[in-house]
RNA sequence: GGGCGGUUAGCUCAGCUGGUUAGAGCGCUGCAUUCACAUUGCAGAGGCCACAGGUUCGAAUCCUGUACCGCCCACCA
């Protein structure tokens, strides 16, 4: 006879289990029972940032890969989870920054670079240390012995490969052009980076002079004394005459030069039909001038402050400066209207400052060159083949060796790539890989290891953190040495990232995977949701509506938080966070609890039990004559909810499998069988086979709601004396 | 401007390839407490599955359209 407490204290059991799953080094596939006949299955955990504490995304984020790692586990794979974290720059680097400057009073300028990155990786450190407690408390069977960072020299050499064989094929570049200036971050970010964000502005319609021919409207008056066109709609018979000509001015006391061009991407409904074309700072308005062989002026710097004119402009921000013009238009009776629109605003994600686009020289990858893949697993394409990083990135997705579920973003993802444009990789931050490319004089040049010699300075840029974290899949397991790691686990089997970094991350790896190591870096993508509030909110510092996951798995256990965080998110849709719902799953682990108390309180349970417990079959029992209808039923019932939950884990559809267990433990089993085997038990010719099916039914409930709710399942499985973990338990058939 | 998703019980959501009286959790109502569990049990109320057409023997599920809500993308300044 055993006995268990009346109520499951999941205080008591947590730390306790994944310390002995710790010592079974279990975590680790190779010390898997036969782990050399086993077929690898990878999953790289998505690093977390290392800019402080988990949130709730991530605790769900956690849940759902150990959820498939340990069902693969169970079905005898060579299950490999790698965690890491991404030392994330641009917003660890201002978080710091925000840091010092509120405990010391200093600025990031203040510090030499050496001393302000030291800094930084202190800050990232404990950051770290914070993570790995709470991916630890999630229960979250990572392999703590391959953990890896963004940034630390392993991944640092792969960064350098990485960036050297790209440079010397031609696919990474170094150009002058209009960038996504970030003001407030002091960097360059990427087109991916910028997020529009719709505001009130007002429309101006004005000339640039009494003579000037033609009206142009803009939210920014401001920029038009960098204005070197006017670009009309080649069919707009109201400017025709105009085309060709050039006309002289003075714009708020700055001489300005201004050809009339016909471009077809003018349009001829919007405002005057006439678009003054300032190069320097507008993406659209570079091109036109590039199409047109028309001059650029930069007249705002990286404080968005001008740079020409007089006292009503000079040194003054752009907002002010076009107060500034405003009222000399009015004055000089040049202006025609002022309207109020509704205008897209390009912000930076991570800053939330203004984009202001300048002309700088920055490093590019080329996405549209067409080289010869040097090496190839790929299905249809063929080592040496003619390809573009552009064509690798759609071709792998379009032929289903990566398949993306919900497939509905596969059409998302293609739509994004046939739009890509070169991929900005530099920035200005210090706390980064630095580019390995320096200079001397006109000298050039890209290696892993620095040039010898004297005079050599190195670019002072980092890259952008999605460059490393493209390398994720295969820099984690050794790249760029052949290990026997690269050779097991790669391509990895499943990655189960949030939509939301579908272009960010996802994209960069089959970019970068595809080109270096002509492989894809993945076979499955899951993509997940969104965690919000009650209210259907996103978690977020302004709101002050997070919700700390430790506080959830302290208050009603980490299996409760688990499954209220499973039960009911369908994949690729966003879900609602809910403490009732972790109540609720409180409930539940102690209504397991109490059937296996029961169950285990019969005193003969012991010798009936280990008859039995090498099957795996329900069909093996049912021989064991006498057996009841009622036996009969949650056997057969049982071989059901077996075969639906591996078909709902087979297309990972966590949700349907949580509740399909969920409702037979505790409506089927506990409700009707465990009430009717009381009677059972009472009497002597059926008491052996039933006690049979108590236990075939608890350890089968064991195994399949082992990878939902790890702790109390491995707990009571532990009482029924085991000689192995559940953890390395065969999954039920 | 283009694309995508949502609209199912009071609330939050499932519903996989169309098939018996549409499900869950929470909430609600009534009854039950020494017998695994009150972190409980039993019983129950509650839904023209957004709307309008169509396909089908049969539609919450497929098609067309409409209306709201949300998201993504985009060089209308």
């Known amino acids: 006879m055993i ?43 998505p690093p977390p940032n290392v800019t402080g504490t988990l949130h709730m995304g ?29 030392h994330a720059p641009i917003a660890t680097e201002s978080k710091v920054a925000k840091l010092i400057e509120k405990e010391e009073g200093k600025r990031k300028t203040d510090f030499s670079r050496e001393e302000f990155v030291s800094k930084v990786k202190e800050f990232a450190q404990t950051s770290h240390d914070t993570i790995v407690k709470q991916v630890r408390s999630m229960g979250a069977s990572v392999d703590w012995s391959r953990e890896a960072y963004t940034f630390d020299d392993k991944r640092n050499l792969a960064v350098r490969t990485a960036f050297k064989r790209m440079y010397d094929q031609g696919l990474i570049y170094r150009g002058f052009r209009v960038v996504n200036w970030d003001v407030k971050g002091q960097t360059v970010i990427s087109d991916d980076e910028v997020v529009y964000v719709e505001r009130p502005a007002k429309l101006y319609t004005f000339r640039y002079s009494k003579d000037f021919p033609i009206t142009i409207s803009t939210t920014r008056p401001e920029t038009k004394v960098g204005d070197t066109a006017v670009a009309v709609h080649p069919e707009d018979d109201r ?66 402050k001008m740079t020409v004119g007089d006292e009503r402009i000079l040194n003054k921000k752009t907002a002010e400066a076009r107060e500034s013009v405003v009222l000399w238009l009015n004055e000089q009776g040049l202006m025609e209207k002022e309207e109020d629109i509704q205008q ?63 497939e509905r973003f596969e059409k998302i993802y293609y739509h994004w790539i046939d739009g890509l444009r070169d991929w900005c990789i530099s920035r200005q931050l210090w706390f980064g890989h630095q580019i390995p490319v320096w200079y001397k004089g006109d000298e050039t040049y890209c290696d892993i290891n620095p040039p010898k010699g004297e005079g050599w300075v190195q670019d002072p840029d980092t890259l952008d953190t999605w460059f490393s974290s493209g390398l994720w899949t295969f820099s984690t397991l050794g790249w760029p040495e052949q290990t026997s790691d690269l050779k097991t686990f790669h391509p990895t089997s499943l990655m189960m990232p949030g939509y939301e970094i579908l272009f960010f991350w996802v994209a960069r790896m089959i970019l970068m995977s595809t080109y270096l190591l002509g492989q894809i870096p993945f076979k499955q993508v899951v993509l997940h949701g969104i ?55 409180k409930h539940f682990a102690n209504k397991l609890w109490n059937i296996a108390r029961f169950i285990l309180s019969n005193e003969d349970v012991v010798r009936p039990f280990m008859g039995i417990k090498e099957a795996n079959k329900s069909a093996d029992y049912i021989t064991l004559a006498p057996i009841t209808d009622a036996d009969k039923e949650i056997l057969a019932k049982l071989d059901e909810v077996i075969k639906n939950v591996t078909s709902h884990m087979e297309a990972f559809r966590l949700h349907e499998a949580a509740q399909e267990i969920y409702q037979f433990t505790w409506h089927e089993l506990a409700d009707i069988y465990l009430e009717k085997s009381k009677d059972q038990l009472q009497n002597k010719e059926l008491k052996d086979s039933t006690l049979l099916t108590l236990n075939f039914s608890l350890l089968t409930v064991l195994k399949l709601l082992h990878p939902f709710i790890p702790f109390i399942t491995e707990e009571i499985w532990g009482k029924l004396s085991q000689k192995e973990l559940l953890i390395v338990a065969n999954w039920p058939k």
């Open 531 to 585: 965690v919000r509030d009650s209210k259907g909110r996103k978690f977020s510092k302004s709101l002050n509506n997070g919700v700390d996951p430790l506080d959830m798995t302290s208050k009603y256990g980490t299996d409760a938080l688990r499954m209220a965080l499973v039960f009911g998110a369908a994949p690729g849709n966003d879900t609602i966070f809910d403490e009732q719902k972790v109540k609720g799953m």
């Open 344 to 406: 897209n605003v390009a912000t930076a994600e991570r800053t939330g400052g203004i984009i202001e686009p300048l002309p700088k020289t920055q490093w590019f990858i080329n996405v549209n060159k067409e080289f010869p893949l040097p090496h190839s697993e790929l299905q249809g394409i063929k080592e040496g083949e003619m390809v573009t990083l552009k064509k690798l990135m759609r071709h792998v997705v379009e032929n289903g060796q990566i398949k993306i579920a919900p």
């Open 58 to 86: 991530h605790a769900f984020e956690d849940t759902i890969q150990d959820i498939m790692i340990r069902y693969e586990r169970m079905l005898g794979k060579k299950a490999l989870w790698l965690p890491g974290t991404d």
């Open 239 to 304: 400017y025709k005459q105009f085309v060709g000509k050039e006309y002289d001015a003075e714009f708020c006391g700055v001489p300005i030069h201004i050809k009339i061009i016909a471009d077809k991407t003018v349009e001829k409904d919007f405002g005057t039909g006439a678009l003054g074309v300032t190069p320097a700072h507008s993406m659209t308005d570079a091109e036109i001038a590039r199409r047109h062989n028309l001059p650029s002026k930069a007249i705002i710097n990286e404080y968005g």
């Open 3 to 45: 006995e268990l407490e009346k109520t499951y204290d999941h205080s008591k059991v947590e730390e306790k289990i994944y310390s002995q799953w710790l010592e079974s080094g279990f975590f680790n596939p190779d010390n898997l029972p036969n782990a050399e006949t086993r077929e690898p299955f990878t999953i790289s955990l």
